[in-house]
């Protein structure tokens, strides 16, 4: 649209230019403010939202406009050259198949008419003493402006070609998500749910010692567990991944000090049950701007994986740090297993997902920190594992500082 306006608003200054040229022809002069009026009547038109009527109009009052110019000056100005835009015009801007070939048909015969009216009859109105430069321009103008309708048209391409891709690559990546939700589906919740089915089979058969009745109800317990987890983190990892893709990260600012506590109240039993204690050294307030739900299910998550990888009897411990003005970078430290540097790597590649038990056996899906991986770098920060075997881990996430 804006391109039409801009050609509008060029024709309408040619035409004023030209009437003041050829002004010592008086019809002339009337003839170049008629095609003024004519532009910028298209002009309005497009600025009022009525491209197509715009490009109807144009095209209707151009042709009539160069009969007449043509008949009344003869070929002596080129006028007829115009007819050339015209045929262009509707065989771009015409959407309708059989309509548009009628009209350049249409065109066509007008051309023809007018240089077989030229050839025989002469003209009624006196010629502009500028007569030779007007023809020189007339024969150029058109090939100019065929040229820039032709080059709108190659940009007009080329963006609807970056949407296409734009599309394809939203489509491709929802296509991967569906995929990805389906294997884990498949893969990590089915076969904890199968193990729990067998298991209840076996209870209600009543064909176990009393003994193995204990144990039996722990597996349950754990691969009940797994289930729940994986099903938690799915619904996080899908809920992140929706709000990514239409934008709607809900970045605000958060303090991480009550947020960190709830956490250590939220895991409170299972740590209670290893003799782990937990270890607050993050100031009140210490302040970020994050989505809250993303990182209070980061937190969740490393912490449950210190837990986890904590032998009996140890420290979790939460601290922060300053990098620079920017930068709160957040430090969860355990003093457990640690992890071998060939697995590192692995971890935050769901195509490579690792799972290990923990100290106590404890199950996992090897989703977690892929998930929070995802989140942190939704919230424009970055997360990195620093471990040694034998000597615990420490899992460092950076998020922006808020400006107060």
């Not at 015969?109 to 050839?119: A, E, N, P, R």
């Not at 355990?334 to 060939?342: A, K, L, Q, V, Y």
Request: aromatic share 12%.
């Amino acid at each position: 649209m804006k391109s039409h306006n801009q050609m509008c608003l060029i024709c309408a200054i040619i035409g004023l230019i030209h009437s003041y040229i050829g002004r010592d022809s008086f019809p002339y002069l009337v003839n170049m403010l008629i095609l003024t009026v004519i532009f910028l009547t298209g002009f309005l038109l497009i600025y009022y939202q009525q491209m197509k009527w715009s490009v109807y109009f144009i095209s209707l009052t151009m042709t009539l406009w160069i009969i007449e110019t043509s008949i009344g000056f003869g070929a002596e100005l080129g006028e007829q050259n115009y007819l050339i835009i015209t045929i262009v015009s509707i065989a771009i801007y015409y959407s309708s198949g059989n309509y548009r070939y009628i009209r350049i048909a249409a065109v066509i015969g007008v051309f023809v008419f007018i240089k077989l009216y030229q050839k025989y009859h002469s003209p009624f109105f006196p010629l502009p003493a500028a007569a030779d430069y007007i023809y020189a321009f007339n024969i150029c103008m058109p090939y100019i402006i065929v040229c820039m309708i032709c080059l709108n048209m190659v940009k007009k391409a080329q963006r609807s070609q970056q949407l296409v891709e734009k599309q394809k690559a939203v489509l491709l990546d929802a296509i991967q998500f569906k995929d990805q939700v389906f294997s884990i589906i498949g893969h990590d919740m089915r076969s904890p749910l199968i193990s729990t089915k067998n298991m209840l089979q076996l209870l209600e058969e009543d064909i176990l010692p009393a003994d193995d009745r204990k144990t039996f109800f722990k597996q349950l317990h754990s691969s009940i567990d797994v289930s729940v987890t994986t099903l938690e983190n799915l619904l996080h990892w899908a809920s992140g991944k929706q709000s990514v893709q239409h934008k709607e990260t809900n970045a605000e600012e958060i303090n991480l000090f009550p947020m960190i506590e709830q956490v250590m109240i939220f895991y409170q039993y299972p740590a209670q049950h290893k003799k782990i204690s937990f270890i607050n050294e993050v100031p009140d307030p210490t302040h970020v701007i994050a989505d809250a739900e993303q990182i209070a299910f980061v937190i969740r998550n490393l912490t449950s994986n210190a837990i986890k990888f904590s032998y009996i009897g140890q420290q979790i411990i939460f601290q922060v740090e300053n990098p620079d003005a920017d930068t709160v970078l957040i430090r969860i430290k355990d003093s457990g297993t640690g992890i071998e540097p060939d697995v590192l790597p692995m971890l935050f590649d769901l195509g490579k997902r690792y799972s290990a038990n923990g100290t106590t056996d404890e199950k996992g899906t090897g989703l977690g920190l892929i998930f929070c991986k995802e989140f942190i770098e939704n919230n424009n920060g970055n997360i990195w594992i620093e471990s040694e075997p034998g000597h615990g881990t420490t899992i460092k996430f950076s998020l922006r500082k808020t400006t107060n």
